[in-house]
């Protein structure tokens, strides 16, 4: 081990390291690093920790963790510029990994760019694997067409109906994002999504043709922007269901609407058609735990 990582010490973070945070974030980005801004609402969540990496009371690293049913999600891993390359990001996420050994955890999850090729072979390297490959497309709230007819669209809230449909619908849908936290699909995952989200069922044929999930991501201590959910649905079901929320239920569309479909799917190419712009490519990493 390098003299370094024998000094460092680790510890959660607080509400006074924001401005060291700040600090350390300032390049990332260009200067547009998310972590200063949602830092206050995270740290007083009691699902998740800052895990903070102090080296002779200098703050040189951070990662976030949040927890949820028993999958940890891993995100905002930063490491201070002059102290990069020194083997500071493999010996935080090793102790992650021994740490969450010992608890009820099946999972290690997180994201990252598929051009980031340094923290993809860096979590390879401690036997993640990439499960799932998507890329973030967007659409502006005045570029949602408005029709002037609707086929069949209205929006539930109820869980124990929006379960049942799940239950019988036939989808492929492995991952449910939830703001950029991707879980399994499941009860609790659904009941999690719809605490700040709705359900618009579009069923023109007399049967659901189309099912989509919609929340507002500012509950997350982030931007004001709106997250599609497509859990089924064809170019014209997709349509018609968003531009009925937009006429009717404008409340629940922010200024940018942003979804996460899987890379060159059909849902990208239906998306595409709709009007939503390509960003970029992403890939979620895995790690099953095996407790000890």
């Known amino acids: 081990m390098s003299k370094i ?3 460092i010490t680790l510890r ?6 924001k401005s060291e945070i700040s600090e350390l974030c300032k390049n990332i980005w260009n200067g547009k690093d998310y972590l200063p801004v949602v830092w206050n609402d995270w740290i007083n969540n ?6 903070i990496a102090d080296l002779e009371n200098e703050i040189v690293a951070v990662y976030h963790v949040y927890n949820f049913n028993s999958e940890i999600w891993l995100e905002s891993l930063r490491v201070k510029e002059q102290y990069r390359h020194q083997g500071i990001a493999n010996y935080l996420i090793k102790d992650l990994i021994t740490t969450v050994q010992s608890k009820q955890i099946d999972n290690i999850r997180l994201t990252t760019s598929i051009e980031n090729t340094k923290s993809i072979s860096l ?3 401690l036997n993640f694997n990439e499960s799932h490959y998507c890329q973030y497309m967007y659409i502006d709230y005045n570029d949602i067409e408005e029709l002037s007819t609707l086929s069949d669209v209205k929006i539930l809230n109820d869980y124990d109906e929006i379960s049942s449909i799940f239950e019988h619908m036939d989808t492929t849908k492995k991952y449910i994002p939830i703001w950029w936290r991707w879980w399994s699909v499941n009860s609790y995952s659904i009941k999690e ?4 989200g709705i359900a618009i069922i579009s069923s023109n ?3 659901i043709d189309s099912l989509l999930l919609l929340q507002k991501t500012n509950n997350y201590g982030h931007e004001d922007h709106s997250q599609l959910f497509i859990v089924k649905g064809q170019c014209e ?3 018609n269901s968003l531009s009925y929320v937009k006429t009717s239920f404008p409340e629940f569309i ?3 609407l942003f979804c996460f479909p899987e890379t060159n799917s059909d849902e990208s190419s239906i998306l595409l058609n709709l009007g939503f712009k390509k960003r970029t490519n992403l890939v979620l990493m895995n790690k099953s735990i095996v407790s000890i």
């Open 5 to 7: 990582l024998d000094n």
């Open 12 to 17: 959660k973070g607080n509400l006074k390291d």
């Open 46 to 51: 009691s699902n998740s920790s800052f895990i």
């Open 123 to 125: 979590f390879k390297n």
């Open 193 to 196: 999504y719809l605490k700040n």
């Open 205 to 207: 044929s007399g049967h």
């Open 237 to 239: 079901e997709i349509k």
């Open 254 to 256: 922010s200024s940018k």
